[in-house]
T-cell receptor, first 112, second 113 residues
């Protein structure tokens, strides 16, 4: 089954404790991206990757890092999480950069 | 600066009637537009898209209209069904800035039986 898998789905952590949200897709897609969803703000792009070892900032990259060492994986790293990073995070992938995006089910992160 | 705006946070329609969801954009470089649907506790799913070379695209009960001069697009759902109740996001991108997809705030549609 074609899918984008994110882990963890739910996480409560404390300020400053590094965490990684993993994202994996099994569709051999070149393009992957991360979004956060906040009330009244919709989906905002954090980072995106056009291919292996090619990443670029989205609209809200501050406080986040990403890497794309393999085509299928695109982890989101919060080196020192802060409460303003409490949000619902979505990973997505597509064959091309303007193609249909396939989203994961989301990871709800709470930073205390 | 919100480049893609959905000014109606919510919309309620009766089953069988037409639902019209609106979206405005400010960046004239956008040339490709998409609509996504999101159910609670799920990720968004792609619904329909339109290129700026067209002014209409249809897929079953869903039609997207693009008015480039007004920088406005709309999604029409006819007839609306209770299963269409979800949050709808419009999104835009430009072929000159591939990879950056900008979403609106979303509109929650409720279709009443």
């Amino acid at each position: 089954e074609a899918q984008v898998t994110q882990n963890p789905r739910y996480l409560i952590t404390v300020t400053g404790k590094k965490l990684t949200v993993t994202c994996s897709q099994n569709m051999n897609h070149e393009y992957m991206s991360w979004y956060r969803q906040d009330p009244g703000l919709g989906l905002r792009q954090i980072y995106y990757s056009m291919n292996v070892e090619v990443t670029d900032k989205g609209d809200v990259p501050e406080g986040y890092k990403v890497s794309r060492k393999e085509k299928r994986n695109f982890p989101l790293i919060l080196e020192s999480p802060s409460p303003n990073q409490t949000s619902l995070y979505f990973c997505a992938s597509s064959l091309g950069s303007t193609g249909e995006l396939f989203f994961g089910e989301g990871s709800r992160l709470t930073v205390l | 600066d919100q480049q893609v705006k959905q000014n109606s946070p919510s919309l309620s329609v009766q089953e069988g009637r037409i639902s019209i969801l609106n979206c405005d954009y400010t960046n004239s470089m956008f040339d490709y537009f998409l609509w996504y649907k999101k159910y609670p506790a799920e990720g968004p799913t792609f619904l329909i898209s339109i290129s700026s070379i067209k002014d209409k695209n249809e897929d079953g009960r869903f039609t997207v209209f693009l008015n480039k001069s007004a920088k406005h697009l709309s999604l029409h759902i006819v007839p609306s069904q209770p299963g269409d109740s979800a949050v709808y996001f419009c999104a835009a991108t430009s072929s000159g800035n591939t990879g950056k997809l900008i979403f609106g705030q979303g509109t929650t549609l409720q279709v009443k039986p």
